[in-house]
């Protein structure tokens, strides 16, 4: 019996034998796959995450701290982790994502919803409830760059001054990054895994959660895999979520510049990540989709870096594998 096979015998026993239907739901970077279920006028959300492949536990433990802190996550209406089957709550067919590119008449109404909920998942954040994010972690993650994005896709073997160099710009965008203050991190909480819903957001795609630095779900927010938003409206966001942040007692710093920086920084070491991410299921998974919005990561990098002075290594470096002419001047 093949899983899918597998998947509807048991559908059949947890909708009592009711006749449903079962229709591609989303697509996923994992090995996970989502179906939408039609039962009785009702639908429902079944993933199938072979056990092999993924870890359905975290998922369920993650949903529970999440509909605790008060946001809005699928209930879990059936489970068998052994197979890996799950059956959810249906929090609707439109993510914020589809909404924006359907022209949505005010996206940052959207927006002010996440925050809000981003706000409430991090204030009940608590030490040993979620694995740390810590160091090697987060430096695995930059190495996926070099690795996958420069060697794999782009074919560059860099020369040992290179790689000397990297590694220096690495350890300072890691240092950054572990003093900040720790909360409960999404680690994807972006417009593609936020559902128009009510009450809004609805929020997915959350079982990869940490409890890391304070500025990485904002940076994620305002940084998107697939959207594109002038700088003004990403300071203007940030600094909507600072103020609230502030006002609701999380611990993000006193003044917004060193918070600014904060974010930039922690954005920076989650573009790395993406930038190998993608090119890792282009060529070793056969997922050729990602790999085309890696330009919008190498500019969010080279924007940063031409901020910065410590970061001009990494400039340089981008400037020659994009072929862009380096350009001079930093702000900080």
């Known amino acids: 019996m093949d899983r899918l096979e597998a998947l509807d015998a048991w559908l059949a026993a947890a909708l009592a034998g009711r006749p449903f239907t079962r229709v591609p739901a989303s697509a996923d970077a994992s090995f996970r796959r989502y179906f ?10 079944a993933m199938d995450a072979p056990p092999d492949r993924e870890d359905s536990r975290p998922f369920v433990h993650v949903a529970a701290l999440m509909r605790e802190a008060g946001l809005h996550v699928p209930d879990i209406v059936a489970q068998d982790l052994s197979r890996g089957f799950l059956l959810l709550s249906d929090l609707g067919p439109r993510t914020f994502l589809q909404a924006i590119q359907a022209g949505h008449p005010d996206p940052q109404a959207l927006f002010a919803d996440a925050r809000e909920s981003l706000v409430r998942w991090q204030l009940a954040s608590r030490e040993g409830s979620l694995p740390e994010y810590d160091e090697p972690t987060l430096r695995r993650e930059v190495e996926l760059f ?8 782009r074919g560059l073997v860099l020369e040992p001054k290179d790689r000397a160099e990297l590694t220096a710009v690495f350890d300072r965008i890691l240092a950054a990054n572990l003093a900040q203050p720790r909360v409960y991190v999404h680690r994807d909480f972006m417009p593609r895994n936020l559902m128009v819903s009510e009450p809004n957001p609805g929020v997915l795609d959350f079982q990869d959660a940490l409890h ?15 959207l594109s938003w002038e700088e003004d409206v990403v300071l203007d966001g940030t600094i909507r979520y600072w103020d609230l942040a502030r006002s609701k007692g999380l611990p993000v710093r006193a003044d917004f510049a060193d918070f600014w920086r904060d974010v930039e920084w922690m954005g920076l070491q989650r573009h790395l990540k993406v930038a190998g991410i993608f090119a890792r299921l282009h060529h070793r998974d056969g997922k050729a989709g990602y790999v085309e919005d890696t330009p919008r990561f190498i500019d969010y990098m080279r924007r940063t870096c031409a901020r910065y002075r410590e970061l001009a290594p990494l400039a340089r470096l981008l400037d020659r594998v994009e072929g862009v002419e380096t350009r001079s001047g930093t702000t900080f």
């Open 212 to 226: 890391g630095p304070v500025s990485y779900d904002i940076a994620c927010l305002y940084r998107d895999a697939y």
């Open 146 to 153: 070099p690795d996958w994005y420069l060697a794999r896709h």
């Open 36 to 45: 939408r279920i039609a039962c009785d006028g009702r639908t429902w959300i």
